[in-house]
T-cell receptor
Framework: DAKTTQPNSMESNEEEPVHLPCNHS???????IHWYRQLPSQGPEYVIH???SNVNNRMASLAIAEDRKSSTLILHRATLRDAAVYYC???????????????FGKGTKLSVIP | NAGVTQTPKFQVLKTGQSMTLQCAQD?????MSWYRQDPGMGLRLIHY???????DQGEVPNGYNVSRSTTEDFPLRLLSAAPSQTSVYFC?????????????FGEGSWLTVV
């Protein structure tokens, strides 16, 4: 899988929007962009994923740059429960040995200030 | 629907002891995997399986064995525990291994080797 780069940490005030960036300059045309988050002392959980177009779901929005070399996870109103480590990972569209090994990296630790 | 179930949640082992971390999923998922997470680090892949009877090594396989005799179960065996294996272990599964499928994680197993 291609590598991703994320800031180590970010802070946000409660009830304000949060924009979490991810750079993936070596992304291939068949890589999906996935976001997961890990709350303290829990396993990671799925947030959102997309390929080319911006995506929305009940948890967040995903904005993908036109050249797909970067993306941004948007939490519209941060709550205390959103304090977690957020991971941006790439997954190839096609099954193959390379796509089996998902690389999570260290992610971005989001702190939410009351 | 139980999702991904890991047992035990906490375990203390003495150096040289062996044990098995159990992982079961009830979603008929083909892909299952084991990760370890050390303090302040991202997840690192230990072993994975793309179906019953098929397993392969991930990034950090040494000291661990796996088997996949059924679709539902994917146990992780520590052959001779070492203090370096003190970590949090997460089991994960998804319907298929390729990009569009959500990965579901268990709640984690905290292992201490003394």
């Amino acid at each position: 899988d291609a590598k991703t780069t994320q800031p180590n940490s970010m802070e946000s005030n409660e009830e304000e929007p949060v924009h979490l960036p991810c750079n993936h300059s070596t992304i291939s045309g068949t890589d999906y962009i996935h976001w997961y988050r890990q709350l303290p002392s829990q396993g990671p959980e799925y947030v959102i994923h997309g390929l080319t177009s911006n995506v929305n779901n009940r948890m967040a929005s995903l904005a993908i740059a036109e050249d797909r070399k970067s993306s941004t996870l948007i939490l519209h109103r941060a709550t205390l429960r959103d304090a977690a480590v957020y991971y941006c990972i790439l997954r190839d569209l096609y099954s193959g040995a390379g796509s089996y090994q998902l690389t999570f990296g260290k992610g971005t630790k989001l702190s939410v200030i009351p | 629907n139980a999702g991904v179930t890991q047992t035990p949640k906490f375990q203390v082992l003495k150096t040289g002891q062996s044990m098995t971390l159990q992982c079961a999923q009830d979603m008929n998922h083909e892909y299952m995997s084991w990760y370890r997470q050390d303090p302040g680090m991202g997840l690192r892949l230990i072993h994975y399986s793309v179906g019953a009877g098929i397993t392969d090594q991930g990034e950090v396989p040494n000291g661990y064995n796996v088997s996949r005799s059924t679709t539902e179960d994917f146990p992780l065996r520590l052959l001779s525990a070492a203090p370096s294996q003190t970590s949090v272990y997460f089991c994960a599964s998804s319907y298929r291994v390729n990009s569009g499928n959500t990965i579901y994680f268990g709640e984690g197993s905290w292992l201490t080797v003394v």
